[in-house]
């Protein structure tokens, strides 16, 4: 048996082209893969919807990554594979569950797959729903390869949708093999919030209900709608970062001593 090391990894990006990819997803990796924190060996398929080959799809990212030597960046790209089709294209969701195989075959063992939806919410679910169809969600065996999901926000369009998800979620997955996420809380300026609230110890007795009169947010956008309107016609910015972002920073304003 392989030790854990050796095992493919497989990260499959559905929004290979989006606007999350491009502005945070890329960057992140390329970071990780200057550190040399990527895993030996891995390979990332990004599905999307545009007609692009895999030079194509290299070429395009990049041009994403605005910094680094030209033959660092080429290193990087050339982990990158492209799988045309659309969200709802059975014939891609199989073709997509051939080449994991193939990969797991040629390393004769069951790869780590890693399934990453960049997409809005309303995908989610036939995403879900193919991947299973297909048998991209087939577990290893015992000792061998690991799958997992990620999840973006905003998870669901209200919270009757982001139940059904969470519902198809437990029924496809284990609760480990789960991750949502929302970067916003790991940006430096939200986890400073806590130090400067806890670590002074004058300031925080004053931080009551009795001594504020009112908390008054302001999120000032540096970005326009750009080429996100899909997005945002079925989104919208409120629901984007209203209910998640800006009510993150009022928790943490708001919130009690975690002690």
């Not at 050796?6 to 990796?29: C, E, H, N, S, Y």
Request: with cysteine.
């Amino acid at each position: 048996m392989k030790n854990n090391h050796q095992i493919p990894t497989i990260l499959i990006l559905f929004g290979a082209t989006g606007d999350l990819m491009g502005r945070k997803i890329v960057p992140a990796l390329f970071n990780l893969y200057r550190k040399s924190k990527f895993p030996k060996p891995i390979y990332i398929i990004g599905f999307g919807r545009r007609n692009l080959t895999n030079d194509q799809y290299r070429q395009r990212l990049v041009s994403l990554i605005p910094h680094g030597q030209a033959d660092e960046i080429r290193a990087f790209v050339n982990h990158f594979y492209y799988q045309l089709g659309d969200f709802n294209d059975k014939a891609a969701y199989h073709s997509l569950s051939d080449t994991i195989h193939a990969i797991s075959s040629h390393a004769k063992i069951c790869a780590h797959k890693l399934f990453y939806l960049a997409v809005p919410p309303q995908y989610y679910s036939n995403i879900f729903t193919n991947l299973h169809i297909s048998g991209s969600l087939i577990k290893c065996a015992d000792g061998q390869g690991w799958t997992r999901v990620i999840v973006e926000k905003p998870f669901g369009k209200d919270s009757e949708a982001a139940q059904k998800l969470d519902n198809q979620l437990s029924q496809l997955f284990e609760e480990d093999q789960i991750y949502r996420i929302d970067h916003y809380l790991a940006k430096e300026m939200l986890q400073n919030i806590l130090s400067f609230r806890f670590a002074n110890n004058i300031l925080e007795d004053s931080w009551n209900s009795k001594m504020v009169e009112k908390i008054e947010i302001k999120l000032w956008e540096t970005l326009g709608v750009e080429d996100r309107i899909q997005f945002y016609d079925g989104v919208g910015a409120l629901r984007d970062v209203g209910q998640n972002h800006l009510m993150q920073m009022l928790s943490l304003i708001t919130m009690e001593s975690p002690n």
